[in-house]
């Protein structure tokens, strides 16, 4: 079956713009989950939704936002980019019914953002 | 809070030879816990978790990890390691509706 796709693969914006990722989840996984990947600081959450609802959201400031749509796709939005940005943003997802924390998660390959 | 270290940057190891790449985690309640590989230029790939039960827990391309509760650990391993294997692997707790990671330990296999 299809993985997880992510989509753009890599992105170079400039400080100051804003860029919009997606995420389209394994067919029949309602949970998806955002991290954020860089050398200094590692894999850090970002926020998790599971049927449209955020259930838990990664300590990022307000201009790190997401949204997911009724078919499980989700997005993720980073407005007023600032150089720290610069990252690999991965989303996983699953089937989220497990306890919570149990849940075997599927990543996608990932987006790559450079802000110059 | 919950939390899970990896001790080692990198672990060097020659083809044949057993691997063991180390985590401990800090997590109060029953842990969950995770092993995540991450190939180049790939997402992280799934081998392994420790939700309740067996403590040495079977997991993909004949990796195991042994859950050890009174020194909080959750060791890697696998007996015979293979060039292939040389990645980015990742120990991983389990919270609410996320996964906390350790910092990565680079394995890295010699033929």
């Known amino acids: 079956k299809a993985g997880v796709t992510q989509t753009p693969r890599y992105l170079i914006k400039t400080r100051g713009q804003q860029v919009t990722l997606s995420c389209s989840p394994i067919s029949g996984h309602r949970s998806v989950s955002w991290y954020q990947q860089t050398p200094g600081q590692g894999l850090q959450f970002l926020f998790e939704?599971?049927?449209?609802?955020?259930?838990n959201k990664g300590n990022f400031p307000g201009r790190f936002s997401g949204r997911q749509f009724s078919n499980s796709r989700s997005e993720m939005n980073v407005s007023t980019l600032e150089l720290g940005d610069s990252a690999l943003y991965l989303c996983?997802?699953?089937?989220?019914?497990?306890?919570?924390?149990?849940?075997?998660?599927?990543f996608g390959a990932g987006s790559r953002l450079t802000v110059l | 809070a919950q939390s899970v270290a990896q001790p080692e940057d990198q672990v060097n190891v020659a083809e044949g030879n057993p691997l063991t790449v180390k985590c401990t985690y800090s997590?109060?309640?029953?842990?969950?816990l995770f092993w995540y590989v991450q190939y180049p230029n790939r997402g992280l790939q799934f081998l392994l978790k420790y939700i309740t039960g067996d403590n040495l827990v079977k997991g993909s391309y004949g990796f195991e990890a042994e859950f050890n509760k009174s020194q909080t650990s959750f060791h890697l391993k696998k007996p015979s390691a293979l060039v292939s294997d040389s990645a980015l692997y990742f120990c991983?707790?389990?919270?609410?509706?996320?996964?906390?990671f350790g910092t990565g330990t680079r394995l890295l296999v010699s033929p």
């Open positions: 939704y599971f049927s449209e609802t955020q259930r």
């Open positions: 991983a707790s389990g919270g609410f509706q996320k996964l906390v």
């Open positions: 996983a997802s699953s089937f989220g019914t497990e306890v919570s924390g149990a849940n075997v998660l599927t």
């Open positions: 997590v109060s309640g029953n842990p969950y």
